[in-house]
T-cell receptor, first 111, second 115 residues
Framework: SQQGEEDPQALSIQEGENATMNCSYK?????LQWYRQNSGRGLVHLIL?????REKHSGRLRVTLDTSKKSSSLLITASRAADTASYFC???????????FGQGTELSVKP | DGGITQSPKYLFRKEGQNVTLSCEQN?????MYWYRQDPGQGLRLIYY???????QKGDIAEGYSVSREKKESFPLTVTSAQKNPTAFYLC??????????????FGPGTRLTVL
């Protein structure tokens, strides 16, 4: 079963705007990760946030984690057309090495 | 170049045939994984292997088989028992638990179509 649920399923914005995607999960976790997938390609790891962290930054990416609400958000600032892709959250679900992926948010950034 | 490769990129299968998808990595990773992705969907785990000569079923193992005879290779066979095999198949690997616990590195995928 899928643990992570992303919201929204699809998001369309203009270049330069910020994009926010949310992920909710059901059970306790060690960490939560975000991945990106360009159409027809494999996934690329973006960022990992541990359960004892609340916020993490990497370039134009900002991830937050609220373990009390079992939710995370991914913010992409100053978006570019090249950010167009699907974004997935994944949790470890305390099962040592296994990740559970959400359904993904399809982001479209229009130039 | 270090990385994870999958072949072929596209694969066509007739109903009733078994086909094998290749996955190779030269990252010296212990763990390897196979996922299935259907259009507009997330990834579902088929099989995974934490160490050579050992593997476990994932959430949707029925109709699939794997082997892990070498650390760098984890081939997936889609058997005729898999009723709806048309999908995008992704292989991934991950190092032993470390500072990057559970981060997975993905291959480019194989798109399988049943004719």
């Amino acid at each position: 079963s899928q643990q992570g649920e992303e919201d929204p399923q699809a998001l369309s914005i203009q270049e330069g705007e910020n994009a926010t995607m949310n992920c909710s999960y059901k059970t306790s976790i060690n960490n939560l990760q975000w991945y990106r997938q360009n159409s027809g390609r494999g996934l690329v790891h973006l960022i990992l946030i541990r359960s004892n962290e609340r916020e993490k930054h990497s370039g134009r990416l900002r991830v937050t984690l609220d373990t009390s609400k079992k939710s995370s958000s991914l913010l992409i600032t100053a978006s570019r057309a090249a950010d167009t892709a699907s974004y997935f959250c994944a949790t470890d679900n305390n099962q040592g090495g296994k990740l559970i992926f959400g359904q993904g948010t399809e982001l479209s950034v229009k130039p | 170049d270090g990385g994870i490769t999958q072949s072929p990129k596209y694969l066509f299968r007739k109903e009733g045939q078994n086909v094998t998808l290749s996955c190779e990595q030269n990252l010296n990773h212990d763990a390897m994984y196979w996922y299935r992705q259907d259009p507009g969907q997330g990834l579902r785990l088929i099989y995974y292997s934490q160490i050579v000569n050992d593997f476990q079923k994932g959430d949707i193992a029925e109709g699939y088989s794997v082997s892990r005879e070498k650390k760098e290779s984890f081939p997936l066979t889609v058997t005729s028992a898999q009723k709806n095999p048309t999908a995008f198949y992704l292989c991934a690997s991950s190092p032993p638990p470390s500072g990057k616990w559970d981060t997975q590195y993905f291959g480019p995928g194989t798109r399988l179509t049943v004719l």
